[in-house]
């Protein structure tokens, strides 16, 4: 059985405050983006998985799709199961590919196990793998808050125009971006910004982890400075990044930003 797990961006992101227990509350916008992971599980006489694709630290034992299966096995009787991950969504670019696979595997065991588990009870789970993780699970684009996991649906259709990926040769610890952040209340918040016209995103939409990110890897923010010069409506970091996405009217070839980045196009 096949999964097809998609990255996310993030439209704007504010650090609110952070929490006792160490994470941090926030406002985003998670938008789903056609650039995917395939995982396929099969019945096995032992529980292993296999990576294709692009490496991963902490490789095939350390895997986030093995905690995925293990935390589902906990409560249900669940045969061993092959898990061969095809990687394309890039580590350590704000993109959420490990949470996706993680979420996706959880969406695959409950089918092919007849589960039964609703979406709420599959976001709990996806919620003890990670922050990004329950997103996964329903995978619209939805405004959130919490530490990412608490959910208001929005109407955000950017169908329309193409949506392309930077990303840089840099990796970006997700923990080490949180450490570097001074948390502050939005005077707006996000919820109200994102319906705005496009074209007032550039001036009103914000990513807090961008001044520190920058700060430390100039060349993320130089890649953000190009696409708005190539004509970019909109262009931000996502997430932690370090990859940044940018939304065109158009479609377009980016030649000088593929001679140092990986750049995907019409996500
Ligand atoms: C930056 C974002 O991608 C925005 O969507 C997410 O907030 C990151 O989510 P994630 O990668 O799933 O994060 P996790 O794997 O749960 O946490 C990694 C580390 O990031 C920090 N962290 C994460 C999420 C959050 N709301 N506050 C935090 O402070 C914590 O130090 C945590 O130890
Ligand atoms: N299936 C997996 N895919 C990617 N990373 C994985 C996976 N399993 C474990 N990891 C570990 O998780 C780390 C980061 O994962 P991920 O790709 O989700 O980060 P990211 O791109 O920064 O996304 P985000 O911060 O938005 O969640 C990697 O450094 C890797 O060690």
């Known amino acids: 059985m096949l999964a097809f797990a998609n990255a996310k961006i993030n439209l704007g992101l504010n650090v609110i405050e952070k929490r006792t227990d160490g994470y941090h509350n926030l406002e985003t916008v ?97 919620g003890k793998l990670g922050a990004d993780c329950p997103f996964f699970i329903r995978n619209k684009p939805v405004f959130a808050t919490g530490i990412g996991d608490v959910f208001s649906p929005i109407e955000i259709e950017l169908s329309n125009y193409y949506i392309v990926l930077v990303k ?55 890649v953000k400075n190009e696409l708005y010069r190539s004509g970019a409506l909109f262009a931000a970091m996502s997430g932690s990044g370090s990859c940044v996405f940018a939304v065109f009217d158009q479609d377009i070839k980016l030649p000088e930003l593929e001679k140092n980045n990986k750049v995907f196009y019409n996500v």
């Open 168 to 222: 840089p040769a840099v990796h970006v610890s997700t923990a080490d971006a949180y450490h570097g952040i001074k948390p502050m209340d939005a005077i707006t918040s996000l919820k109200d910004l994102i319906h705005l016209p496009l074209k007032d995103w550039k001036s009103n939409l914000k990513n807090d982890f961008e001044n520190t990110v920058f700060s430390k890897y100039p060349e993320i923010e130089r």
């Open 30 to 126: 998670f938008y789903p983006v056609k650039l995917y992971d395939v995982i396929e599980i099969t019945d096995a006489p032992q529980t292993r998985c296999f990576i294709k694709g692009i490496d991963i630290p902490g490789g095939t034992t350390d895997n986030i799709c093995l905690k995925a299966y293990q935390l589902l096995k906990n409560d249900f009787d669940l045969p061993p199961q092959q898990i061969t991950l095809l990687k394309n969504i890039p580590v350590g670019a704000g993109l959420g590919g490990g949470s996706s696979d993680a979420a996706f595997l959880i969406k695959l065991l409950n089918t092919k196990f007849n589960l039964s588990l609703s979406d709420l009870q599959m976001e709990a789970y996806a």
